[in-house]
């Protein structure tokens, strides 16, 4: 387990909330900042504050090597193969739908195949229905095994050679199901089609290796993985993000503008048009800098700890009932659950007069909620600074909302 000396680095665990020293168990939704990812921030407001790729001054100049340095971190951390397959954008869903919107409405024609999964965010189903009706192409969906899980049979019911691109997510946000992506990519490939991998849960906790895995795109966010909100990452591979056109048009992704035409600079600058989000793209390399010193190997280790112990915990409960893989190592490091006769949001409420904050709805998966006949769950997750003892309130407030609803 890692050890308390990680729990001090994050101011805001110092907090109360309600009166009670805050149990944060909503790191899915987004994680807390450690100190050094709030000074860095800091640290080029106060210091090297200003705009990049423009000016010849010391400070513009300060800033871009800023910029660019966390471009060439991120590379590294997902071992891409250069610093121009690295995008930066908001988020998972601006990434998603960049590649839906460029990608996508270049690539699918009438009568093609896209084959997402029934476990997917609302980030990777909105984009991908949009090109189907757009493009009249199909939209289709990997079935799940009765514990939520995807087997390669079932990928395979689904790509066909009419398939042109397969979008599914690493690790799911509700169930907590870690996916054979590597295989899956494979399989599309096999057909001709595309990866693309959603990475939104599984870069904050597992090391990631695009070139291993051989996806074409992957996408992920920064305010899960200890950065700040607004800044996300899209990977792609060069030969494909050279031929896409780019879907944000104005200053600083241009090469050349006419009176009636344009070009577009090369890679990756061709789609960060306008002022791009610089204080996120230092705090994310920040991140990048303290999970690597942790370790993504420990982080992982300490999280499949603290789900193992939470699911013997939660088990000992009459009346919960836990959704996904009930093996630890086959999931990530949250847990959705219902309790018999205790409506999600009411739970949530309970738990938070005491200080301990969960997810609750349908955690913007509602075909997912649909599969499970839910119309809402309740949802812990946990992180590198989250411990037993965390859990142990957890579950103890469990048993105080199942008391209190009778």
Not at 285 to 295: M, R
Not at 328 to 333: Q, V, Y
Request: aromatic share 8%; charged share 20%; with cysteine.
């Amino acid at each position: 387990m890692l050890t308390n000396k990680i729990r001090e680095q994050f101011p805001i665990l110092k907090e109360e909330v309600n009166g009670k020293p805050v149990v944060y168990l909503d790191s899915a939704a987004t994680s807390q900042k450690p100190q050094a990812v709030i000074e860095a921030v800091s640290h080029y407001y106060e210091t090297s504050n200003a705009n990049v790729h423009r000016g010849v001054h010391t400070l513009g100049n300060l800033a871009t090597d800023a910029y660019e340095g966390a471009r060439d971190k991120v590379r590294a951390f997902i071992n891409a193969n250069e610093a121009a397959e690295i995008i930066f954008t908001r988020g998972t869903t601006t990434s998603l739908n960049l590649v839906a919107q460029s990608y996508g409405m270049m690539n699918v024609e009438e009568g093609d195949e896209i084959v997402i999964s029934y476990m997917e965010h609302h980030s990777n189903i909105i984009p991908w229905q949009q090109v189907a009706k757009a493009k009249k192409a199909t939209l289709k969906y990997i079935e799940l095994t009765e514990d939520g899980e995807i087997t390669l049979d079932a990928v395979k019911a689904q790509v066909t050679d009419k398939t042109k691109i397969v979008s599914v997510a690493y690790a799911s946000n509700v169930l907590g199901t870690i996916n054979p992506v590597k295989e899956i990519a494979e399989i599309a490939h096999a057909h001709g089609a595309v990866m693309v991998v959603d990475a939104a849960q599984a870069a904050p906790h597992l090391k990631i290796d695009v070139q291993n895995i051989n996806c074409d795109f992957l996408a992920f966010s920064g305010h899960k993985m200890c950065a700040p909100t607004g800044i996300g990452v899209l990977y792609g591979k060069r030969a494909l993000l050279d031929a896409m056109e780019p879907v944000e048009f104005g200053g600083e992704m241009i090469d050349f503008v006419g009176l009636h035409d344009s070009t577009w600079k090369e890679l990756p600058w061709k789609f960060e048009g306008g002022t791009p989000i610089i204080a996120g793209a230092v705090g994310l390399g920040a991140a990048i800098d303290y999970l690597e010193e942790i370790g993504l190997d420990n982080i992982a280790r300490h999280e499949q700890e603290l789900v193992a112990y939470a699911i013997e915990r939660m088990q000992q409960i009459e009346g919960i009932q836990l959704y996904g893989p009930l093996d630890p190592a086959r999931r990530a490091g949250l847990i959705t659950f219902n309790l018999q006769e205790v409506h999600p949001h009411d739970l949530a409420t309970v738990l938070d007069m005491n200080g301990i904050a969960i997810r609750a709805g349908h955690h913007c998966a509602q075909p997912l909620m649909k599969w499970l006949e839910q119309s809402a769950t309740a949802r812990a997750s946990f992180y590198l600074y989250n411990t037993k003892e965390d859990i142990d309130q957890f579950v103890e407030g469990l048993k105080m909302a199942k008391e209190y609803f009778g």
